[in-house]
């Protein structure tokens, strides 16, 4: 059964340093993965997604994740934060896009 | 164009009571997906529906748990008898199709609270 492991439950950065979120997946076969970005009182807003091709995918708000299938992690990478990239990040892996089995988050907080 | 909507954006009930959580997803969407999210955890998955039938509802806790789509638009989740660890934030999603590739869009939520 696919599970995934976001070993930070909580990260601090300042604003402008870069940023890198761990997403550990465990799979049998070639995942589909994804980032979710979800701010209080808002619904979860996908990042991007990984399904096939190149490993480095881009997604919005400046993000890029790296498929890395030798290490089986999806990490989350932004080289400068800015304050309002403050909320609850969420690692999702799946068969498909009906199959996906989400991490338990990492929270961001972005020091001025 | 408008996004997912769930009402009400809050519901507070006691022990043993029936509540019914509303979806209306995307305008279009044939796939519509409920999650739960219990504090510091991710979604879990409820079940999902593809047009009006539940094409997987294996993630429902238990029988007190039930869905309905009857039109392939508007979802009910249903929950009788209410127990304490039901309380959490209920999701709803929508995609244009179940299966494939097309991006799950999530509305705010439902924050139950059980009494």
């Known amino acids: 059964a696919q599970s995934v492991t976001q070993p930070d439950i909580h990260i601090t950065v300042s604003e402008g340093a870069s940023l890198e979120l761990r997403c550990n997946y465990s799979y049998g076969a070639t995942p589909y993965l994804f980032w979710y970005v979800q701010s209080p009182g808002q619904g979860l807003q996908l990042l991007l997604k990984?399904?096939?091709?190149?490993?480095l995918v881009q997604g919005i708000k400046g993000f890029e994740a790296e498929f890395k299938r030798s290490q089986s992690s999806f990490n989350l990478r932004k080289p400068s934060v800015h304050w309002s990239d403050a909320a609850e990040y969420f690692c999702?892996?799946?068969?498909?896009?009906?199959?996906?089995?989400f991490g338990a988050g990492t929270r961001l907080t972005v020091k001025p | 164009g408008a996004g997912v909507s769930q009402t009400p954006s809050n519901k507070v009930t006691e022990k043993g009571k029936y509540v019914e959580l509303r979806c209306d997803p995307i305008?279009?969407?044939?796939?519509l997906y409920w999650y739960r999210q219990s504090l510091g955890q991710g979604p879990e998955f409820l079940i999902y529906f593809q047009g009006t039938g539940a094409a997987d509802d294996s993630g429902l806790p238990n029988d007190r748990f039930f869905a309905v789509r009857p039109e392939g638009s508007v979802s009910t989740l249903k929950i009788q008898r209410t127990e304490r660890g039901d309380s959490a934030v209920y999701l709803c999603?929508?995609?244009?199709?179940?299966?494939?590739?097309?991006?799950?869009?999530f509305g705010p939520g439902t924050r139950l609270t059980v009494l």
């Open positions: 990984y399904f096939s091709g190149d490993t």
């Open positions: 999603a929508s995609s244009l199709a179940s299966g494939g590739t097309d991006t799950q869009y």
């Open positions: 305008s279009g969407h044939t796939a």
């Open positions: 999702a892996v799946g068969a498909n896009n009906n199959d996906m089995r």
